[in-house]
């Protein structure tokens, strides 16, 4: 099955600075990776995803980078503000006889120091 | 469009006491998943259900059964609840794109 590993596991930033945040997967036959963000105490909810063929997307202060090679993809986040505060998810899709199973990384959970 | 409904919100149960968590969704994915979260933690995947009438286990689902009722909704079972089960549940669905997340159900078992 699928592992997918996340770090760093707390990131803090000053406001303005940029945030990365990684992940490794480990089966290549994954095609699709999605990011998540979960502000305390409510679900997470998508904010950027890419899929396998694409190796960047970007979504105003939002970048997602995908290298199939590496097996690794980043969620870059510019200009950061305190809204940004939250535990980010990686997550990594599979497709195995025809179904579908996501595989989540364990979460970071960045601070935007005002 | 609803999206993904779970019930209840909160629930208190006593140590040896069962309930169901139930969801739906409206989406019409045939994927649905019940994972855990424990404070602090990442998502752990309790059962999945690719597909009407299939479900598998997942990473942790010691003390849990699941029944995929149809496609719509997927429901989660404590025949003997322990404190150990003490946990905010989510339960999401998918298709081609991102899962989607019902908003949790908080238990407490005392």
């Known amino acids: 099955g699928e592992n997918v590993e996340q770090h760093p596991s707390t990131l803090s930033v000053q406001e303005g600075d940029s945030a990365v945040i990684k992940c490794t997967y480990s089966d290549s036959a994954s095609n699709y990776f999605p990011w998540y963000k979960q502000e305390l105490g409510k679900r997470p909810q998508l904010i950027i995803d890419?899929?396998?063929?694409?190796g960047e997307k970007k979504d105003q202060r939002i970048a997602v980078t995908l290298n199939k090679t590496a097996k690794h993809f980043s969620l870059h986040i510019t200009e950061t503000q305190p809204e940004d505060s939250a535990v980010y998810f990686c997550a990594a899709r599979l497709l195995s006889g025809g179904y579908q199973k996501v595989t989540f990384g364990t979460g970071t959970k960045l601070q935007v120091i005002p | 469009n609803a999206g993904v409904t779970q019930t209840p919100k909160f629930q208190v149960l006593k140590t040896g006491q069962s309930m169901t968590l139930q969801c739906a969704q409206d989406?019409?994915?045939?994927?649905m998943y019940w994972y855990r979260q424990d404070p602090g933690m990442g998502l752990r995947l309790i059962y999945y259900s690719a597909s009407e009438g299939t479900t598998d286990k997942g990473e942790v689902p010691n003390g849990y059964n699941v029944s995929r009722l149809n496609k719509r909704e997927f429901s989660l079972r404590l025949e003997s609840a322990a404190p150990s089960q003490t946990s905010v549940y989510f339960c999401?669905?998918?298709?081609?794109?991102?899962?989607?997340f019902g908003q949790g159900t908080r238990l407490t078992v005392v």
């Open positions: 989406m019409n994915h045939n994927s």
């Open positions: 890419i899929r396998s063929n694409v």
């Open positions: 999401a669905s998918s298709e081609w794109v991102a899962a989607f």
